[in-house]
């Protein structure tokens, strides 16, 4: 049973940067896409980012280009959310998911498994 955990978040400053960990267990790592999502309170989930199972390949939603970076490190089955920059608006809930399919996903359904989330919170 493939479980993902994330970890990092916290309280933050406007203008820090952060660095989110999600660790895939129970299979491995190398095997899947791993994509990033975030939802803040009253909002749906959006779709920050993904990295293929390559490693060599990332995509992120317009916006976010420039502010996030996605890598990965298969050896220790863990996957990275850096943040740059942080604002208040950035302030949610971040989801890691891993998905089979190949290429770089861009929407929920599309993503297998999923962690529980880490919150991160920003202050003005």
């Known amino acids: 049973q493939v479980q993902l955990v994330e970890s990092g978040g916290g309280l933050v400053q406007a203008g820090d940067s952060l660095r989110l960990s999600c660790v895939l267990s129970?299979?491995?790592?190398?095997?899947?896409?791993m994509g990033w999502f975030r939802q803040a309170p009253g909002k749906d989930r959006e779709f920050v980012g993904v990295?293929?199972?390559?490693?060599?390949?990332?995509y992120f939603e317009e916006y976010m280009k420039g502010q996030f970076t996605i890598s990965r490190d298969d050896a220790e089955n863990t996957v990275y959310l850096q943040i740059h920059s942080l604002k208040p608006e950035d302030a949610a809930v971040y989801y890691c998911a891993a998905t089979l399919l190949a290429g770089l996903p861009n929407r929920d359904h599309r993503f297998d498994y999923w962690g529980q989330g880490t919150q991160v919170t920003v202050s003005s």
């Open positions: 129970g299979g491995s790592l190398s095997t899947y896409g």
């Open positions: 990295i293929n199972r390559a490693g060599s390949k990332t």
